[in-house]
């Protein structure tokens, strides 16, 4: 069965950096837009990145100029570089794969914390 299984959270200072990725089986990556989502303690999930199969990526405004999505075809993974981290990036973070119904990876925890 086809997976996403994200990688790469932890604890980092305030005005640290993070490099999520996000492995999946099979050819989803570079056959599928692929899209970062986090979600907040008792809310929904919410849209942070998304990269088009031809490259062109879109951010939400809370993040852009901070995080960088980017894709590796050939290793089927995508990535999500965090910089300039602020505490408000506090969440559970997932990737996924616009227009399938893959199952929902773990995702991973980033918190943000002095």
């Known amino acids: 069965q086809v997976r996403l299984v994200e990688s790469g959270g932890g604890l980092v200072q305030p005005g640290g950096s993070l490099r999520l990725s996000c492995a999946a089986s099979g050819s989803i990556v570079k056959n599928y837009d692929m899209v970062w989502y986090r979600q907040f303690p008792g809310k929904q999930r919410d849209l942070v990145a998304h990269i088009t199969t031809g490259g062109s990526t879109d951010y939400a405004d809370s993040v852009k100029d901070r995080f960088t999505i980017s894709r590796d075809n050939a290793r089927n993974t995508v990535f999500l570089q965090m910089n300039s981290l602020k505490p408000e990036d506090t969440a559970v973070y997932y990737c996924?794969?616009?227009?399938?119904?893959?199952?929902w990876g773990q995702g991973t925890q980033v918190t943000v914390s002095s």
């Open positions: 996924a794969a616009l227009g399938t119904s893959l199952p």
